[in-house]
């Protein structure tokens, strides 16, 4: 254990002991045994305090010790705690991975060091099970429109349980909006007129606002409007991070910074905001914007582990990701359409409506 990764062991048999989602606990597959989180404080914490000293020693090595083996700026060797094979990721950013001959699930600890280290994690609560059945019932709905052959087993080329960074941004917004409203009190016809009274005012409504718990992901590897649509989390599941919660699943490693996430986070705290506000402005048959000062104070962040499910389906030699929140089990992603059968829908049947509501006509001016 010298280059800082760490697999944990079932205590009663030595084998890989993963977390398991759908036993909320740690369960050897070899063995059938059980454990909670706290039978394995002891181990778990020996283990991490033996590997933090290992880590530390390792990066203080020279970057060319034949113990730390670089591919470019994005690929690395680690050795398996398990059997002493070498485990290869595949980014710099990994966190945790799968050793190819005796398939223990090695957390990359180094990896989750110092302000790498996140404060809170969502343990997973969906297996790969239920994202291949949750899959099929989301997509179900719309199978007419899917296009042919999209979505079966043959389609799907990668299917990866992996926890992905977010920032979580506690902030305070002061906003003031400012409209033209009009309301109408009468109308009425006199001759070829129709007469409309309209009272019209200006509205100014002020308020101040506190989110707490905004997310945004913190890896560039994620697609922000893919991860935007699997939201919302259940922050009540929100526990302390241990990287025991790592084994079994691969994890990332943020690479967008606090500093980079605050445009993002302002500018959905600011529509928020705005929209909160706008509420308070009704009674009125319109209601146009003249000015917004909208702004954001006291911005600060924890960094969460969050569950995903993300499936690869390839359909001719385009990939099509989808996402499913680990937690939740609520999907996402984007579907290659059928347009035969789109136009069909928009343009064959109300042509066809039409041509029978013609017949229809005739038929009753036929017979008058």
């Not at 059928?338 to 006509?361: E, H, T, W, Y």
Request: charged share 25%; glycine share 8%; hydrophobic share 35%.
């Amino acid at each position: 254990m010298d280059n800082g990764s760490l697999a944990y062991k079932c205590p009663s048999c030595g084998a890989p002991l993963p977390y398991s989602a759908e036993s909320q606990d740690f369960h050897c597959i070899y063995c059938g045994s059980h454990f909670t989180k706290e039978q394995l404080d002891g181990p778990l914490h020996e283990a991490s305090q033996e590997v933090s000293e290992a880590e530390r020693e390792f990066y203080e090595q020279d970057g060319t010790d034949e113990r730390k083996v670089t591919f470019g700026n994005e690929n690395m060797l680690y050795t398996c705690p398990g059997c002493g094979a070498a485990v290869f990721t595949d980014s710099e950013l990994s966190a945790s991975s799968l050793c190819v001959y005796c398939h223990s699930p090695v957390v990359l600890a180094g990896r989750l060091t110092g302000d790498f280290r996140p404060d809170r994690i969502v343990p997973f609560k969906k297996t790969r099970e239920d994202a291949e059945k949750q899959f099929n019932e989301w997509i179900a709905p719309k199978k007419f429109f899917v296009a042919k052959g999209f979505g079966s087993k043959d389609s799907l080329e990668k299917m990866q349980g992996i926890y992905i960074p977010f920032w979580l941004a506690d902030c305070t917004v002061n906003g003031k909006i400012t409209a033209d409203c009009s309301k109408t009190i009468s109308s009425s016809r006199q001759g070829d007129y129709i007469i409309t009274k309209v009272a019209k005012s200006k509205a100014v409504r002020d308020g101040n606002l506190k989110f707490r718990g905004v997310p945004a992901d913190a890896s560039s590897k994620a697609d922000d409007a893919l991860m935007d649509s699997i939201e919302p989390f259940d922050y009540s599941q929100l526990i302390d991070f241990d990287m025991s919660y790592l084994s079994g699943h691969s994890a990332l490693r943020y690479d967008v910074t606090r500093e980079m996430s605050d445009q993002r986070i302002g500018m959905r705290v600011s529509q928020a905001a705005e929209e909160e506000i706008m509420k308070d402005i009704k009674g009125y048959s319109t209601v146009s914007v003249t000015s917004k000062d909208i702004r954001v104070s006291d911005l600060s962040y924890k960094q969460a582990m969050m569950p995903m499910w993300f499936m690869t389906f390839r359909y001719k030699d385009r990939p099509y990701y989808f996402a499913m929140n680990g937690q939740t089990g609520k999907f996402g992603g984007e579907i290659p359409v059928n347009k035969v059968r789109i136009a069909l829908v928009s343009f064959g049947i109300p042509l066809i409506i039409a041509v029978i509501l013609s017949f229809i006509l005739a038929f009753l001016g036929a017979g008058a």
